[in-house]
């Protein structure tokens, strides 16, 4: 099964130690991608966050090596998840709840952190 996965998914690890993708392989996921307006969304917080947010960052780009990337036309990052989402088949990792609520709305498969321990369903 196919995830995208979205930036604030690619910082759960940092911010609340849990190995998205040990979860995501538990929950039936094999098959990761990124795409690239998550990329630079990850590449803006390096170079303007300090702190944990800034490691967060780091250790996400690093994670990133791990995923398939895909490069859709330009536009704000919420909106290309969305329609990868819906021409892939793929379900979507993230925490941002209002691209939750989008999703919702178009019947795509959403996971995100629960319990702040684990990964599930929405």
């Known amino acids: 099964m196919k995830v995208i996965i979205d930036t604030n998914g690619f910082m759960i690890p940092v911010q609340f130690g849990v190995d998205i993708f040990e979860e995501l392989k538990r929950l ?5 991608f990124v795409p690239e307006a998550v990329i630079f ?3 803006k917080l390096i170079k303007r966050e300090r702190g944990s947010d ?3 960052a780091k250790v996400a780009r690093s994670m990133m090596e ?6 859709p036309a330009a536009g704000p990052a919420d909106d290309i998840i969305l329609r990868l989402a ?10 941002d709840i209002g691209l939750k609520r989008r999703l919702a709305e178009k019947g ?14 929405v």
């Open 41 to 43: 969304e990850i590449e």
């Open 66 to 71: 791990r995923c398939e990337r895909i490069t």
């Open 86 to 95: 819906m021409e892939m088949g793929a379900a979507v990792l993230t925490n």
């Open 108 to 121: 795509i498969q959403t996971i995100s952190l629960r319990q702040k321990n684990k990964l599930d369903f």
């Open 28 to 32: 039936g996921f094999n098959e990761f």
């Open 54 to 56: 800034r490691t967060a």
